[in-house]
Structure formats: structure tokens, C-alpha cells
């Protein structure tokens, strides 16, 4: 008798809770034009790359028009700019303090920059999933002539046997490390499977071992809520090109006060005059004078960074702080690829991911198609934007993205199983 009404309420607040942030992300999907003016684009994407959007677009604009009349072109106002971005940055993964964070290019020089930092003694020894992107199994495997080991724990063959994707968690690596474990890198959300491993609890277990944990937290930042100090990781860079929608050309490298004390005083393996705190101002560079660096993740920026990405990532960045809520997105991609995880299920088109919410990204829904056939059929429609990979075919969503997307990507498998393709 008592179980009905909570029920039936719970139902309720889910429903309210769903049209508010259907009716609040419908709003701002008019921000993105290609997916807002043009009825034929299907835009599947996001963990790629979104499409470009209002908010950076007056940013880039105003920063040209500005630059056209500054006859400093490292102008003091941008300089502020740059800075405020890096604490703005450094709130959407709840850092300590912006000084922890680091522009970088990309994620593959914020990863290899903390690698290149951490000692190994030859005979070490690195874990890696043999899934991991390129950027950070490269960055590790690149030390190999050095004496370094680098284990890749396998989960693809379990994969292939079960057709499933799980994510992994401190019992997964624990077969792989030992005394000799200096780091343990890892995607916090990967990139083409989209599970999302337990990146905490595996810092609860080894972080006291004194094994440094570096995460890959390109498909995590802006897609869901972050927060470094929670997670526990030594380290975690990550682009900003792909859930703070900004160009390319700019990343983040975040290190924790704890690791950088560890690391004991580190060389970046590119030192920038940006590096050191006792640049002169005649840039008089004296030989008998130690290299003064910065104490924390600064000491790895170089000089001479984008101006006009830093000048869209403060722009964007408090676009999704304040005004999208990190919460809001992460619950508004959940209902998407949950829409769409259902869907595929009344087709009988198997997800390859987790299932539950912990165990998988908001964004990404991999479905168990075949990348040989299923694939020439999706290139062949216009308008649609998505990837075929090794584990089939790689819907991502953004902010932008709607529920009607949803239905017109389930209309398009609908129309590929009637034409024969099969499951």
C-alpha cells in the first residue's frame, strides 16, 4: 500500500526531471547552427569532435576584432584572459588551485610531459590496458629502450569471446603490478568503447604504494563532472577540443600537489623561458644562474601558447559552468545514450559497453553492428556524422544533441535491418 505512491512519485519526479532538461538543452541547441539550421545533419560525433558553437564563435571574433587595433600582440588583456581560463579550467575538474594546472598543445603533451618526468630505474615496470589510445601506450612504449617494462593488461580477446565491454578496476590490475609498478596509465572514460573505469578506486589502492596514476581525461572533461581531488590521480591531461568544445590546438595538463612533491623537482623534457620564475627582463640568459622553475604544473607550459584558444576556452568554459552545470549535461547524456541503449535493445542490436550508469560514459553508446557491412550503409547517408570502429558503430552525443536524434539514428538502423543488414 505505501510502496505505490513513492513509486508513482519517483516516476514523476524522473519525468519532470527529463522534460526540464530536454526543454534546457533545446535552447541551447539553437547555439550550434550545423545541428540547429540544417534538417539533414545528423550530427553523431561529439566524442571526435562537436561541432563549432555560438559562444566560441564571439569569442574568436572578438579577439580578431580586438586584435586588429593591438599593437601588442601578446596584449596585457589577453595575457588576463589566458589566466582567468586556467581558473576556470582548473574549477571544471575541481583542481586545488589553477597553479596545478598547465596549457599544453594537446593531451599527447600533457601525457608525455608527465611521463618524461616520472622516475624509472631500468628494470621498472609501467600497467596499461592493451585498449589504451595510442597517445599514452606510445608514451610509455617510447621508454622501453631505457629499461623500462610496460605491461598491457589484455581485455580485448575477453572482448572478442563475449561481445561485451566491461570497465576495469583495481582487481583487473592487480595480477600486473608489484614492487616494481612506478605508474599505472589509463583513459578515465575510454575513447572508443566508452566504459569508464573505476579510476578512484584504483588510486585508493595503489596511490599509497607510491605508483603514480595518470589519467587521460580527454573524453571526461565537459561531458561529466570531474573532480581530480575525489579521483585521487597523480596526474590527468586532457584537449579541450572535445567537451569544452573548443578549437584544436590547446590542452590541459593537471598534476596534484602530492605528485608533484614525488616527482622531486622535474625537468620538463621541454623547457620554455615560460618555465622558469627568474626570467630577466632583458632575457638575458646567465650560465652561472640555476633554472629557477616554477614549483608546480606551470613549469611545463611553454610561451608562446594560443592566445585566441585560450580566448575561447575562458569564453566556453564558463558557458558550461554557469550556465549549462556540468551535473545538467552529464544527466542530459545519460538520458541519451540510456534512449538509445533501449532502443537498440527492442531492435535486437546489442550495446557493447556496460550497461550501468558508473561503468560507462554519458555520452558514447557503442552498438554491436558490423564495421564491413553496416558501415558502407551509414557513409552512404547524408548528413550523418558518426564512427565505425573495431567494436562496431560509435554514437556520441553533446550538449546540443536531442532526443529526436535519438529517433532519427533508431529510424536509420530501423531502414538498414529492412534492407537485410543483419545484427
Known sequence: MVSRPISTKAAKDAAD?????????AV????????????????????SAPPSNL??????????AEALYETYPYGT???????????????????????????????????????????FGKGDNVVILDTEHP????????????????????????????????????????PYVDDRTRAIGLSSISFDS?????????????????????????????????????????????????GLNCPTGLGALYISPEAFGELGDPTPPIVSMASAKNIREDLLVRGDEPVDFYPDARRFEHANMSLVAATAAEAFARFYLDVLGPADVEAHLYGLTGALAKESERLGIPVVGP????????????????????????KEIGGLRLTVNRLGVRVSFGFYSSIDDVR????????????GLEV
Open 28 to 47: 541551447h541547441r539553437r547555439l550550434v547552427p550545423l545541428v540547429a539550421q540544417n534538417e539533414d545533419v545528423l550530427f553523431l560525433n561529439a566524442a
Open 55 to 64: 559562444i566560441v564563435h564571439e569569442a574568436i571574433t572578438r579577439y580578431s
Open 194 to 242: 566508452g566504459q569508464r573505469h573505476d579510476v578512484a578506486g584504483i588510486c585508493a589502492a595503489y596511490r599509497p604504494r607510491g605508483i603514480h596514476v595518470l589519467a587521460d581525461m580527454t573524453q571526461h572533461v565537459g561531458f561529466a563532472a570531474v573532480d581530480v581531488r575525489a579521483l585521487g590521480i597523480s596526474a590527468g591531461a586532457f584537449s579541450l577540443h572535445k
Open 135 to 174: 597517445n599514452m601506450a606510445y608514451g610509455f612504449l617510447a621508454l622501453r629502450g631505457a629499461g623500462l617494462q610496460v605491461r598491457q593488461v589484455p581485455t580485448v580477446a575477453e572482448a572478442e569471446r563475449s561481445g561485451k565491454v566491461d570497465a576495469v578496476d583495481a582487481e583487473t590490475l592487480r
Open 77 to 119: 588583456r589577453w595575457q588576463r584572459t589566458r589566466e582567468e581560463a586556467r581558473r576556470l579550467v582548473a574549477r571544471c575538474i575541481g583542481a586545488e588551485d589553477p597553479s596545478t594546472v598547465a596549457f599544453t598543445r594537446d593531451t599527447t603533451e600533457g601525457l608525455g610531459s608527465f611521463i618524461r618526468s616520472i622516475p
Open 408 to 419: 532519427r539514428f533508431v529510424q536509420v538502423l530501423e531502414r538498414g535491418l529492412s534492407v
Open 355 to 378: 550497461g550501468r550508469r558508473g561503468r560507462r560514459a554519458p555520452h558514447i553508446c557503442v552498438l554491436g553492428l558490423d564495421p564491413g557491412t553496416w558501415g558502407p550503409y551509414l
Open 17 to 25: 526531471e527529463e522534460k526540464r532538461l530536454s526543454e534546457k538543452f
